[in-house]
């Protein structure tokens, strides 16, 4: 081998010198010696050959329901920078939140020999998912899972974020408190309303009709929300939004309906995107680790396709904050 001669190092350390996953078999030093006669001689690793010997193509895919969400970037650079130090090339495939075209995305990347999958996409029950698991293709979940959590699920710790969101407003004097829900086909939307149900009732508050389901987590569907909660007559001086996108839709509606915030009421979104900060006035939102739930799940499927076997199945919870902003202010 040309790099190990340029090098002076044994063929097999300069293969594992240049694979990201045996690397750490290797010193730093030889690694960047090897490294550097790789760079000279314009050496580029044969990922086909690699793969014919493992039968593996070295390829995952990241399966998203919309790529213009602010929510999914972060998610996909934490596993992509997992997976490429693995020697894996990640693939991106937005679904806009069509489930035949879901269907026919994966179907094609199984066709073509994909290793595995991060899927954004789940629904509570999804057959698709289900399928998956059955064949044992290596599949793991990032901030959705499904009914039957079969497979591997890297999500945030939804309840405690919904309970931050309730106890700083109740703290702050406010009683008729709002929650604008996420879809109840997926698990967010589930385990967020079932949370401040749950947090409702922890702090004594009044609950009937106090949780609108949205249609979709966009911010039309926010709108949509708040117009009908004006529309119904119902008292509040405080929402809980299940994410950030609906905040910002109900804000927009309630502006044009003549409403300030906050003087005229609170609200509290969730997932910190990245330029809630720069809102007028900027939003009290809870801040989900997106960055590091993309990478733990590459890490996950890296686990899975390197153990030859089906896992038992994972359920990791990332930790939230709540970051108070200029949304919120006492009743």
Request: one cysteine or more; a neutral charge.
């Amino acid at each position: 081998m040309e790099v190990a001669r340029e090098a002076g190092v044994h063929p097999a350390t300069a293969s594992r010198a240049l694979n990201p996953s045996a690397r750490g078999e290797v010193s730093p030093r030889t690694v960047r010696r090897v490294v550097q006669a790789a760079e000279r001689l314009g050496y580029v690793p044969n990922t086909l050959a690699r793969g014919l010997r493992t039968s593996r193509s070295f390829v995952a895919a990241l399966v998203i329901p919309d790529i213009t969400n602010s929510l999914f970037p972060p998610i996909v650079r934490g596993a992509e920078q997992v997976l490429s130090a693995a020697g894996f090339t990640l693939v991106l495939t937005d679904t806009n939140n069509d489930p035949d075209s879901e269907r026919g995305q994966i179907a094609s990347m199984r066709a073509h020999g994909v290793d595995g999958f991060i899927i954004a996409t789940a629904r509570w029950q999804d057959s698709l998912l289900d399928e998956l698991a059955a064949d044992g293709t290596p599949t793991v979940l990032v901030n959705r899972r499904t009914a039957k959590s079969d497979l591997p699920f890297v999500g945030a710790e939804d309840q405690d974020g919904v309970r931050l969101c309730v106890d700083h407003l109740a703290d702050l004097g406010h009683r008729n408190i709002v929650h604008l829900a996420g879809p109840s086909d997926t698990s967010t939307g589930r385990e967020r309303s079932s949370a401040f149900r749950a947090a409702m009732r922890m702090r004594q508050l009044p609950l009937r009709s106090a949780i609108l389901e949205c249609a979709s987590y966009s911010e039309a569907a926010g709108a949509a929300g708040a117009a009908r909660l004006r529309a119904s007559g119902r008292p509040f001086s405080a929402i809980v939004a299940a994410n950030d996108l609906l905040a910002l839709g109900a804000m927009e509606q309630l502006a044009g309906s003549g409403l300030q915030c906050p003087r005229d009421y609170s609200i509290t979104g969730f997932n910190d995107l990245s330029f809630m900060s720069k809102l007028t006035p900027a939003l009290t939102t809870v801040r989900v680790p997106l960055a590091e739930m993309g990478a733990h799940a590459a890490r996950t499927l890296l686990g899975w396709i390197g153990s030859d076997g089906n896992p038992t199945s994972l359920r990791v919870l990332l930790p939230v904050e709540l970051i108070i902003r200029g949304t919120t202010s006492p009743h």
